[in-house]
């Protein structure tokens, strides 16, 4: 059974760096074809995609959030961290990370409200 | 960059036929994938590559993927179905969700 679980602050100040950590298990990130990726959702709103990161360690990130976006793999502890930098309180959202294969996102995790203000 | 449309929302009665689109630029082309969402919950995954469906999901949910549009079709429409809905695609290697459509259940 594959279980995924996004961990990190549940405030942050504007300006600030967001880092966020998907703990996972189920599966290894070192197999061909697995990734995992960020999503998140502002309250009331759409999905909106964030970065992907594969076993090879290719990443992803959205055109638009390129720049202050970073994501890593620490496949030993079965853990993805997405870093996003410059943070505004158009960015309170819930952030979620999920399973990605070949061509699904499969499963998410529970996901992580995250509000930025001062 | 590449952006898929939906209709903000779609209304049925029980036991009829839901249908909801995507349209994009040569959608066809790549592989659309459906999530549902229901209020407080994580987007589950109901089709994948256009009309696979994942194990446990009824087989009331298909899809189809052709020239510019890709739609999830529920058939025989019940309560506990009434969610949003999310397209999703894949355009050079990275991933794009569609707005977002409320399926009511009258």
């Known amino acids: 059974q594959i279980t995924l679980k996004e961990s990190g602050p549940t405030l942050v100040k504007p300006t600030q760096t967001l880092t966020l950590t998907c703990t996972f298990s189920g599966f290894s990130l070192n197999i061909s074809g697995v990734g995992v990726g960020w999503i998140r959702q502002p309250p009331g709103k759409a999905l909106e995609w964030l970065a992907l990161?594969?076993?090879?360690?290719?990443?992803r990130y959205s055109p638009s959030l390129k720049s202050r976006l970073t994501i890593t793999k620490d496949t030993s502890k079965n853990q993805v961290v997405l870093t996003m930098t410059n943070m505004d309180p158009v960015d309170t959202a819930t952030y979620y990370c999920?399973?990605?294969?070949?061509?699904?996102?499969?499963?998410w995790g529970q996901g992580t409200l995250v509000t930025v203000s001062s | 960059s590449y952006e898929v449309t939906q209709p903000p929302s779609v209304s049925v009665f029980p036991g009829q036929t839901a249908s909801i689109t995507c349209s994009g630029d040569?959608?066809?082309?790549?592989?659309a994938s459906w999530y549902q969402q229901k209020p407080g919950q994580s987007p589950v995954l109901v089709i994948y590559q256009d009309i696979k469906r994942p194990s446990g999901i009824p087989e009331r949910f298909s899809g189809s993927n052709s020239g510019n549009t890709a739609t999830l079709t529920i058939s025989g429409t019940q309560a506990m179905d009434e969610a949003d809905y999310y397209c999703?695609?894949?355009?050079?290697?990275?991933?794009?969700f569609g707005g977002g459509t409320k399926l009511t259940v009258l």
């Open positions: 990161i594969y076993w090879n360690d290719d990443k």
């Open positions: 999920a399973h990605s294969g070949s061509n699904w996102i499969d499963p």
């Open positions: 040569k959608l066809g082309d790549k592989y």
């Open positions: 999703q695609a894949w355009d050079t290697s990275t991933v794009v």
